[in-house]
């Protein structure tokens, strides 16, 4: 260790980190990306009736952006159908593999402010009409909420199947992350498209899995669709009972890709979704939040800039505050990517603490790991320096030995070398980013 980095506790770099430390990790990269995310309030975060869905939405969110590097990192597979908030739709840093909670509130008075109380057998009425025939069960549809999820079965075997209806925020560009398919160098899929309908409504319909990494277990079958006015009907379904912890039942979900089209564009949602309420007007804001990510543009510039000269970029994306690049230096395809925080919060300070964390000499904190893809592909291995300023700055850059986390390796190690993500996370271009 270099003799102007000062260790808070000793600990080798190719030490595992505990999968506790993963959870901490996942939790703070949620806050963060809730900060960004375009809902129609932070306070509908905290909304049963919301839960199933909006960590859905959240997770489909970061595989659209570079933020999904981070999630590869702490080992959260699923990234399309999985269960990222814990009860009550808090960010869950105890379970991330938690099975969800469909069940109804029957209390309508403890909702949260700004959900709606839609009858749930209403929900599930809309999805038995435009499904084909077979038996539905649901645990509970005496209470209110936006949500249901129920087990299918047309005697090809038991899947399990979501319904959500939601806002997709302010804004006319709000909810275009859930209809736009993902980049398969982080999301793999079987296939996906995109449209618009006759009045202008988008939608999105997507195959893959939700395991990345295991594409011989559940399959993850989904339609979204955006309505022009601002609304969400996002449906799952699956190749066994439930999306986790159940044996897959079948070899594919039961509704075909038309089918899945046909049901999100069904007139017969349109009552329930003018159930939901509108945004709350604040004072002094328009109904709007400012935006303090890195632009996009700026973010791949900087990064590219950076790169060791010998290495070639193969393929590039990103979104504002985030970016990642795949390159090949003659001897194998390394995925590199970055984050780039602004203007940190707590839970992001409260991550650089205890075993593993360097003091730099300006008073940056940093943390470095060497080990294994947690969910890739065979013989991967995840390279990350982590740095927080003492203004609250954060870049955190990872690498990989491979094109994409899911996929087998293709050298012994990433392109760059640890010393190179080093020099890359501690730039001074960073923080000359401009911001959005």
């Not at 952006?65 to 808090?90: H, I, K």
């Not at 209470?143 to 249901?148: E, N, R």
């Not at 950076?306 to 193969?314: E, G, N, Q, R």
Request: net charge negative; glycine share 14%; proline share 8%.
């Amino acid at each position: 260790m270099p003799q102007n980095e000062r260790p808070q506790n000793e600990r080798p770099q190719n030490d595992d980190v505990p999968h506790g430390r993963f959870e901490e990790e996942l939790g703070a990269i949620l806050r963060s990306a809730g900060d960004g995310f375009e809902v129609d309030d932070r306070r509908e975060l905290v909304a049963g009736g919301l839960q199933r869905g909006r960590r859905r939405l959240v997770r489909r969110r970061l595989a659209m952006t570079g933020g999904v590097l981070a999630l590869a990192a702490v080992g959260v597979g699923g990234v399309y159908g999985g269960s990222l908030l814990g009860p009550g739709g808090r960010v869950a840093t105890a379970s991330v593999a938690a099975p969800p909670q469909a069940k109804g509130t029957k209390e309508p008075a403890k909702q949260a402010p700004f959900t709606a109380e839609i009858p749930l057998k209403d929900i599930a009425a809309v999805l038995q009409a435009h499904t084909p025939a077979g038996q539905w069960q649901f645990d509970d549809l005496e209470g209110t909420g936006q949500a249901v999820a129920g087990v299918y079965d047309d005697g090809g075997g038991k899947a399990g199947v979501t319904v959500g209806l939601y806002r997709a925020g302010e804004g006319s560009e709000a909810g275009k992350d859930q209809v736009t398919c993902p980049d398969e160098v982080v999301v793999p899929v079987d296939d996906c498209s995109t449209g618009t309908l006759p009045g202008g409504d988008r939608f999105m319909i997507f195959q893959g899995y939700e395991y990345p990494d295991k594409r011989e277990e559940t399959k993850d079958w989904s339609a979204v669709l955006l309505t022009k006015d601002g609304f969400l009907i996002d449906v799952n379904e699956y190749n066994a009972p439930a999306e986790k912890g159940t044996e897959v039942t079948r070899e594919n979900p039961p509704f075909t890709p038309a089918q899945l089209k046909a049901l999100i564009a069904a007139d017969a949602w349109r009552p329930l979704l003018e159930r939901i309420p509108g945004l709350p007007t604040k004072p002094g804001t328009g109904g709007s939040r400012p935006t303090t990510a890195p632009d996009q543009a700026a973010v791949q510039a900087v990064l590219r800039s950076l790169l060791p000269k010998d290495v070639t970029v193969t393929h590039s994306a990103g979104e504002d505050g985030h970016g990642y690049v795949v390159v090949d230096d003659g001897k194998g395809k390394s995925l590199v990517g970055v984050d780039v925080q602004p203007s940190a919060g707590e839970a992001d300070a409260g991550l650089f603490t205890g075993d593993g964390v360097v003091i730099l000499p300006d008073g940056t904190r940093a943390k470095y790991a060497q080990q294994p893809g947690e969910k890739g592909g065979e013989g991967v291995v995840w390279w990350n320096v982590d740095t927080l300023s003492p203004e609250g700055f954060r870049v955190v850059v990872s690498a990989y030995n491979s094109g994409a986390p899911y996929e087998a390796a293709t050298r012994p190690e990433p392109a760059l070398s640890m010393e190179q993500l080093k020099a890359l996370a501690l730039s001074p271009k960073w923080k000359n980013l401009p911001l959005k």
